[in-house]
């Protein structure tokens, strides 16, 4: 019997990434309502939070990104000196 062997899902799926942010986003989202209807403030706080969480993981990702270019820059350069 042949084994198959499986893919391994690495760290940094698009997919976890996409839900990270859209889960992320919804937790703060989530505590600005619950601190407007504690402090009787109608959408600011929730506004506020959702506008901090989306930024802050835009960020993340912008920092992610430029890390993976620099790894696949630093390769390629590899690359070419090794040739003739």
């Known amino acids: 019997m042949k084994i ?11 997919l ?3 839900m990270d942010l859209a889960l992320t986003t919804l937790v703060f989202l989530g505590l600005g309502y619950l601190l407007d209807r504690w ?3 109608r959408p600011v706080f929730m506004i506020l939070l959702f506008l ?3 930024a802050a993981q835009m ?3 912008w ?3 430029d890390a993976r270019m620099k790894v696949l820059e630093a390769e390629r350069v590899e690359v070419r ?3 003739p």
């Open 81 to 83: 000196r090794r040739m």
């Open 63 to 65: 920092y992610d990104y």
């Open 59 to 61: 960020i993340r990702i």
């Open 16 to 18: 976890g990434k996409g």
């Open 39 to 41: 402090l009787g403030t």
């Open 52 to 54: 901090l969480a989306f």
């Open 4 to 14: 198959v062997p499986h893919k391994t899902i690495a760290a940094d799926d698009r």
